[in-house]
C-alpha cells in the first residue's frame, strides 16, 4: 500500500474517531453526576480533550511509514 492510500485511510479514520470520541464526550459530560460537580467536569474534560491523541497515534504513525 502506498502513503497516499495509507494517508487517505488514515484520515478517514481520523475523522470518524474524532466525531465518535466528541459525541461520546458529550453524551457522558450530560449524566447527572458530572453536571453536578465542578472539579468532576474539570477533570473529564482534560481527560477526554487529552484522551483521544492515544488511540489516534497508532493510525498517525500507520500514516507515516515510508513505503517499502
Not at 484520515?11 to 459525541?23: A, C, E, H, K
Not at 449524566?31 to 472539579?39: F, H, N, Q, R, V
Request: charged share 5%.
Amino acid at each position: 500500500m502506498t502513503i497516499r492510500t495509507r494517508k487517505f485511510i488514515g484520515t478517514i479514520i481520523l475523522l470518524v474517531l474524532v466525531v465518535v470520541w466528541s459525541l461520546l464526550g458529550m453524551a457522558i459530560a450530560q449524566t447527572p453526576w458530572l453536571a453536578a460537580s465542578g472539579l468532576y467536569q474539570a477533570i473529564f474534560y482534560v481527560v477526554a480533550g487529552i484522551g483521544w491523541v492515544l488511540p489516534a497515534m497508532p493510525v498517525i504513525s500507520w500514516m507515516s511509514r515510508p513505503d517499502a
